[in-house]
């Protein structure tokens, strides 16, 4: 099981990024898909959710600038960000909760993490 993410780079303040993630490999069933994001010297954190049933969850510091899109059904979501400040450089992380073929377990995997670095 593979999660490739894209999308990340540098912006100006103010700008807008959209961040891309797929899963491939043995998979039977995804049970939410989202994005973490890691800072210089902080813990990882919760950016953005989705799961099976569309239900989207968001970090408050990003609601109204950040939209989660894709699913699990489609084995892909997508982060578009807008508005961004400096305080959302990060390193960001696909995540996905999921069930391989002949798996009776839920196994969470993360993606190779894409630097977003946003300047003021």
């Known amino acids: 099981v593979q999660l490739q993410a894209s999308g990340g780079g540098l912006v100006q303040a103010g700008g807008s990024l959209r961040l891309s993630c797929a899963a491939s490999g043995s998979i039977f069933s995804i049970n939410g898909m989202g994005w973490y994001r890691q800072a210089p010297g902080k813990e990882r954190e919760l950016v953005a959710y989705?799961?099976?049933?569309?239900?989207?969850n968001y970090d408050a510091s990003v609601k109204g600038r950040f939209t989660i899109s894709g699913g699990t059904a489609r084995r892909a979501v997508y982060l578009q960000m807008n508005s961004l400040k400096p305080e959302d450089t990060a390193v960001y992380y696909c995540n996905a909760l999921l069930q391989r073929w002949g798996s009776d377990s839920w196994d969470e995997y993360w993606g190779q993490g894409t630097p977003v670095t946003v300047s003021s």
């Open positions: 989705i799961t099976s049933d569309g239900t989207t």
